[in-house]
């Protein structure tokens, strides 16, 4: 899922679009890019609901839908297509 703050990023989402224009933001040929300022209110909203958002879950759930939850959570941590190399 999309971040919402990808909605203000005016930059080209292909690659070789976006090296382009990185270019010419360091050459001069145009203004650089800046992201648009966030509106202080709806940063602390977000913020509130995610502060509270995982205790609320876990206090919704039973004790075998979170040992569940944490089952899972585990084997995706685990799993091998996650391990970082270098």
Do not use: C
């Amino acid at each position: 899922m999309a971040d919402r703050s990808s909605k203000d990023d005016k930059r080209p989402r292909d690659f070789n679009q976006s090296a382009l224009q990185i270019v010419k933001e360091a050459t001069g040929e145009e203004e650089p890019f800046e992201s648009p300022e966030k509106n202080p209110h709806a940063v602390a909203l977000g913020r509130l609901g995610g502060k509270k958002g995982g205790k609320a879950r876990a206090d919704n759930m039973t004790p075998e839908e979170r040992r569940e939850a944490a089952r899972l959570a585990a084997l995706a941590r685990w799993h091998p297509d996650n391990k970082k190399e270098g």
